[in-house]
């Protein structure tokens, strides 16, 4: 077991905190759907990869792994969805329940949020973590990462592309993702 504020202690909190805050409100399949929690927690674990390799706050990474798709009004065209996150977030900060967070930590959160179903590459690591993680999960929906619109060195390896893949079509599970199905 992590010590309490070992930074895995501290974002298993996050995630805990993530889906009280967001399942409530979440207007989507929670538990099947392609934006749902399924692929949140693909996206929580290839962020704590990219966290890692980058030197970035993983803590970052989970707080956008479980909220960049949360304020979604449909599984297909939503544009705003991720400003929505973004504003989401603020009042979860002004609320006291965003607290892991030092303010620069918090406007990269929310910047990715806003902006990562756009196609950026360039930004500061925390938030390219965030869109890759996001990225290597384009599998569910049949698309493979594109190398040239991923971000981070880690995540354009043909080695880290195959194994996303292998996991958003379930095909292999980590012990992390394994008690939640993954979806198709």
Not at 40 to 65: C, E, I, K, M
Not at 72 to 95: E, I, M, Q, S, V
Not at 117 to 141: F, K, M, N
Request: hydrophobic share 40%; net charge positive; glycine share 4%.
């Amino acid at each position: 077991m992590p010590r309490p504020n070992h930074p895995e202690a501290r974002c298993t909190t996050i995630v805990r905190k993530a889906i009280a805050v967001v399942r409530p409100q979440f207007r989507l399949s929670f538990a099947h759907g392609i934006h749902g929690v399924p692929h949140w927690t693909r996206v929580w674990f290839h962020g704590r990869s990219l966290a890692a390799s980058l030197d970035v706050n993983p803590s970052v990474l989970a707080w956008f792994a479980f909220l960049h798709d949360s304020q979604r009004h449909n599984d297909y065209t939503d544009p705003l969805h991720g400003t929505r996150a973004a504003d989401f977030a603020l009042r979860l900060r002004h609320d006291g329940v965003i607290t892991e967070l030092a303010d620069t930590e918090f406007e990269h959160l929310c910047e990715a949020m806003r902006l990562h179903s756009d196609g950026h590459t360039l930004a500061e690591p925390a938030i390219q973590a965030c869109w890759d993680a996001d990225r290597l999960d384009l599998g569910r929906v049949g698309f493979t990462p594109d190398p040239k619109r991923l971000c981070t060195p880690r995540a354009k390896r043909p080695k880290t592309i195959r194994e996303a893949l292998r996991m958003s079509e379930g095909l292999a599970r980590s012990p992390s993702t394994s008690r939640v199905p993954a979806s198709k």
